[in-house]
């Protein structure tokens, strides 16, 4: 393929009805129907008037289909707002949002039903999300109550969620058991088979394990990696530790008060990390291998990120930056690209997918960038 | 009001500053007696980092709760020693204790909003150790209030002297909390999750500011967590909990490398950090029981890969070899084989 950028407005295929294979024949199709999702410029901004927060400050985006990117940042960067925009939830005050090339805030009535069932999300608190007064069958079959077509009749929808069940590895038997009868783990499973209801395309997975513990997060994970294989959906995967996204995720984007400071490939972002930001978080996350041991390596960041009320002028990130000079104050910083083809790779694939930083002194990476 | 007099003295120097042995805990719940402590030992000195690893509900709070003597009023220590300066804690007056909180031992909580008093300027909260043990006027205490607000990193403290809790972000709550818990000089130091709810630059941050003090005042530091790593690179020994009960105890270097119970090694075998992307992680299967039905024999035979005939009859006791470490499993040396 000679192009290496994706026409921006690919061709949507023709969305089939339901079947497990839809989705992986899309994925095999991704070269030439252009990404599956698109976000460009989204800005968000709440409150009123003087007090006035941007959570959001042009965020670009950019997922094929069966891809997982991985979203990490700190507490309030914005991570949840932008997976907001992403469902249709939020509408952003600036920007664009394509999936499979339509703007889903342009859409109405049929056709934003028939949009919705394509984005699906799985929440955080496996304990919270889940009414508890329906049994896990009821749960999972809860969206066709909307989307009708999907799955019609008692019968079809029975054997829908006894093969979602085996599909998160559940069983048959837990069909008819409440949320309080399962553990956190049991019950973000149930989360993932009702998202995976409506055959979706891409799920939204906020901090999916996080409320979960080491033994049992593995399990999830699992189950997460084992659908992408086998239905080729794709995951916008939200989360704060750092070596799960790099597990999970194929590329990854890391954001600093609204905005996207830094996005590549994962091995890239994780070995050779540009901004100093990226690198700082990178070297403050704990690492279990002890040869890793931080002593020396671990760039600790003075204070705590700013108030989005209050976003420091030229870099938003100059405040806590190590490296940050005068420029840094008065200008804001450019995005820097450098190009991650591997030199044995120069056939089709050269989707030039660049690793971006937005800083005005980003970090080299050493000799293995020729 | 002076009482340092009724404070045992400082321990030898190789004695353990904090020595908990057998300890049990009971706790009443709606469904009956349950055991939410079962046995648990460990000992740690002045200067060294010991670890108490485990799963959320494995008994790790409940643990440290009992050895400082804040128990919830559902919960009874129904066994064991906990001895500090050489002395069973567990056999003094409530006075007596209440004396020891502060000089000797001393904690920082999991919820440091909840852990603070809403209603009073935090220079206010963080002197009052000294009004009470040291007999410091007000002015007095205010004075090293603001001295220990600078020591743990805290700007301008003259002026958040004054601000209350809820003015200030989630690691300067966990700074402040902190320098309330090092206020005398402990011998002991128990940190549970200190960084649990904090952001990954913070938490590095707030680890640091541990170890410094730590360093500077020679503590000895019971570091309360789930994160293997935080085990990997801060603590000297580490405790493995599981179902109320230690699993597994030694040296962090040697658990990790080569750990001697099924538990401990599905638990490091799970951290992604190691796992190649598109390979399955090997996974625990199952999840951790329930209070109320933790099994008779072996706590983790649901769970074991290699589980057997015995393991159901019988509990494994936690059996020391030579070189410092123990594992509670009938079967520890075939794991090294497995
Ligand atoms: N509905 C809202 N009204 C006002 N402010 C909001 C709203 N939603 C989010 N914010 C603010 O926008 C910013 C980004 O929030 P967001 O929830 O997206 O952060 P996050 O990256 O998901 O953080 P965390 O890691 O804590 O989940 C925060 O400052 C938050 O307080
Ligand atoms: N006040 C209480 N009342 C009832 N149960 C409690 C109370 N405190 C703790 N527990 C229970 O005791 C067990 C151990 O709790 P805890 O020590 O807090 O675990 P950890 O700190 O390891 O997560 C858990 O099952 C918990 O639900
Ligand atoms: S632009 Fe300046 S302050 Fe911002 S990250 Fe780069 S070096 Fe640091
Ligand atoms: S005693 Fe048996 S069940 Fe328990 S950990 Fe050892 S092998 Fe597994
Ligand atoms: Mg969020
Ligand atoms: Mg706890």
């Known amino acids: 393929m000679p192009e290496s950028r994706m026409p921006e407005n690919g061709t949507p295929e023709s969305r089939a009805t339901a079947t497990p294979t839809r989705a992986a024949t899309a994925a095999d199709g991704a070269e030439e129907s252009g990404p599956l999702l698109e976000v460009r410029g989204v800005t968000k901004t709440f409150g009123h008037g003087r007090r006035r927060l941007t959570a959001l400050d042009g965020v670009d985006i950019r997922l094929g289909r069966g891809e997982t990117l991985g979203l990490v940042g700190e507490s309030g960067c914005g991570k949840s707002t932008l997976a907001r925009v992403l469902l249709g939830l939020e509408r952003p005050d600036a920007g664009t949002v394509r999936f499979d090339g339509t703007d889903p805030f342009a859409l109405r009535g049929k056709d934003l039903l028939a949009w919705r069932r394509r984005v699906q999300m799985v929440f955080q608190d496996p304990f919270a999300s889940l009414n508890a007064r329906m049994s896990a069958a009821d749960l999972i079959g809860e969206p066709w109550r909307t989307h009708r077509d999907v799955v019609p009749g008692a019968k079809a929808q029975d054997k829908r969620v006894r093969e979602l069940l085996s599909l998160v590895g559940l069983r048959d038997s837990d069909a008819h058991r409440y949320p309080n009868e399962f553990s956190g783990g049991q019950r973000q499973r149930i989360g993932i088979a009702r998202a995976l209801a409506l055959d979706p395309d891409l799920i939204v997975c906020d901090e999916p394990v996080s409320a979960l513990d080491l033994s049992v997060q593995a399990q999830v994970l699992n189950v997460l990696s084992e659908l992408r294989e086998r239905l080729g959906v794709a995951y916008v995967f939200i989360s704060h530790d750092l070596s799960v996204v790099r597990y999970i995720a194929d590329r990854v984007t890391v954001m600093y008060l609204g905005k996207v400071i830094e996005h590549g490939e994962t091995e890239d972002v994780f070995d050779h990390p540009r901004h100093p930001y990226t690198a700082a978080l990178m070297s403050a996350a704990p690492v279990l291998d002890a040869s890793h041991a931080t002593g020396d390596r671990e760039i600790l960041l003075q204070g705590e990120v700013p108030s989005p009320f209050d976003i420091p002028s030229g870099c938003r990130f100059r405040t806590r930056c190590p490296r940050a000079e005068d420029l840094c104050a008065t200008e804001a910083p450019p995005l820097v690209a450098r190009e991650t083809r591997d030199a044995d790779d120069s056939h089709a694939s050269s989707q030039a997918y660049s690793h971006t930083a937005l800083c005005h002194f980003p970090l080299e990476a050493e000799s293995a960038w020729a | ?338």
């Open chain 2, 1 to 338: 009001m002076t009482t340092n007099t009724a404070v045992p003295s400082p321990p030898a120097a190789d004695a353990p500053a904090l020595d908990v042995e057998g300890l049990c805990v009971d706790l009443s719940t709606p469904a009956g007696r349950v055991r939410a402590v079962d046995g648990v030992s460990f000992s740690v000195r002045r200067g060294r980092t010991l670890a108490l690893l485990g799963e959320s509900g494995c008994g790790k709070s409940m643990t440290a709760l009992s050895v400082v003597g804040l128990l919830d009023p559902a919960a009874d220590v129904t066994g064991g020693a906990v001895r500090v300066r050489g002395d069973d804690t567990l056999k003094m007056s409530p006075a007596q204790r209440r004396r020891l909180a502060g000089p000797v031992l001393s904690i920082v909580f999991q919820d440091a909003l909840t852990a603070l008093n809403p209603v009073q300027p935090v220079g206010r909260q963080i002197g009052e150790p000294f009004r009470i043990h040291r007999g410091l006027s007000r002015r007095q205490a205010h004075e090293k209030a603001i001295e220990l607000m600078t020591r743990v990193g805290i700007p301008e403290p003259r002026q958040r002297a004054r601000s209350y809790p809820h003015q200030f972000s989630g690691g300067m709550r966990q700074r402040l909390l902190i320098a309330m818990a090092v206020a005398l000089d402990p011998d002991v130091l128990i940190a549970d999750e200190p960084t649990t709810a904090l952001d990954v630059t913070v938490q590095a941050q707030i680890m640091r500011l541990l170890r410094d003090l730590q360093d500077e005042r020679e503590m000895a530091l019971v570091l309360i967590t789930h994160d293997l790593a935080v085990v990997a690179q801060r603590a000297d020994d580490v405790v493995v909990m599981y179902a109320g009960t230690v699993v597994e105890n030694g040296p962090v270097r040697d658990v990790f490398a080569d750990p001697r119970h099924p538990y401990t090694r599905g638990l490091l075998d799970s951290v992604p950090e190691h796992a190649v992307r598109g390979r399955p992680l090997p996974a625990v299967p199952g999840s951790p029981p329930e209070l109320s039905a933790v099994p008779t024999g072996c706590v983790f035979q649901d769970r074991c890969p290699l589980v057997r005939e015995r393991c159901v009859q019988e509990r494994p006791t936690l059996r020391t070899s030579g070189d410092g470490r123990s594992a509670a499993c009938h079967f520890s040396e075939e794991l090294a084989r497995a």
